[in-house]
């Protein structure tokens, strides 16, 4: 069993930074990958980064490249998520999955079975 806890959200005017931390606890193995979504009131749930643990290797939503950075912390297996240039559109809910990540599966639309509670993240105009 893998726990998640998201911390780092909060309220941030338009043009600023805010950082993520996703804390995991529990097993977690080399074949996992690690994602970030976020859901904003009346949206569906939608995919903004992920990172698969093996290699690092890194995956953006279109409307975030650029802006955020996803990371890792290999000795606490902590995820990050540094947000900059923020938007109003970037207010929403933000989650973070974890599960194991087959060869070849698109980390985007996987259904990850390990959820954290969300942070809120509020951009103001």
């Known amino acids: 069993q893998v726990q998640l806890v998201e911390s780092g959200g909060g309220l941030v005017q338009a043009g600023g930074s805010l950082r993520l931390s996703c804390a995991t606890s529990g097993r977690t193995f080399s074949t996992y990958a690690m994602g970030w979504f976020r859901q904003a009131p009346g949206k569906e749930r939608e995919f903004v980064a992920g990172i698969r643990l093996r290699d690092s290797i890194t995956y953006y939503a279109d409307s975030v490249k650029g802006r955020y950075t996803i990371s890792r912390d290999n000795a606490k297996i902590t995820v990050y998520l540094q947000m900059n240039s923020l938007k109003p559109e970037d207010t929403a809910v933000y989650y973070c999955?974890?599960?194991?990540?087959?060869?070849?599966?698109?980390?985007?639309?996987?259904?990850?079975?390990?959820w954290g509670q969300g942070t809120q993240v509020t951009v103001s105009s």
């Open positions: 999955a974890a599960d194991h990540i087959p060869p070849g599966a698109n980390m985007a639309t996987y259904e990850y079975n390990y």
